[in-house]
């Protein structure tokens, strides 16, 4: 299937629906929205896609919260780069901020990226 964000992509993404994601917007001045639950469709190092209850705007700048087994990241900085309407929601596809900004990289981001996209690459094999 294909996705209007699929030729924008640098690497495969790989299901995983069992990781846990919840989400918050990010606003200026500190406050946020109430965090929300999501489903993991898929992901890789570089940005994930969620089935979301409610549209996201592009651009909008997310924190998330990712827990699985072995896999608990917190306040994981993201932007979205698209939404559309999917299943009984919104397919929103995100591109984590580390990867964005040469002045977010953070290794240790990147390194528990690369680990939770290895892990569901093993599984997807």
């Known amino acids: 299937m294909t996705h209007g964000s699929a030729d ?3 690497k495969d993404r790989y299901p995983a629906s069992c990781l846990k994601v919840c989400l918050q917007e990010r606003r200026l001045f ?3 929205r109430n965090a929300i ?3 993991c469709l898929d992901l890789n190092r570089y940005g ?3 089935l979301c209850p409610r549209p996201m705007v592009t651009g909008a700048r997310l924190l998330l919260d990712l827990q699985g087994k ?3 990241e917190s306040r994981v900085g993201a932007r979205v780069v698209d939404c559309q309407p999917f299943q009984a929601g919104y397919r929103v596809s995100v591109q984590f901020s580390y990867c964005l900004d040469k ?3 953070s290794r240790a981001m990147d ?3 690369s680990r939770i996209e ?3 690459n093993r599984l997807a094999s």
């Open 8 to 10: 924008r992509r640098i």
């Open 30 to 32: 500190g406050g946020g």
């Open 37 to 39: 639950a999501v489903t």
């Open 48 to 50: 994930m896609a969620v």
């Open 70 to 72: 072995y896999i608990n």
């Open 103 to 105: 002045r977010a990289y």
């Open 111 to 113: 390194n528990a990226l």
């Open 118 to 120: 290895g892990f569901y």
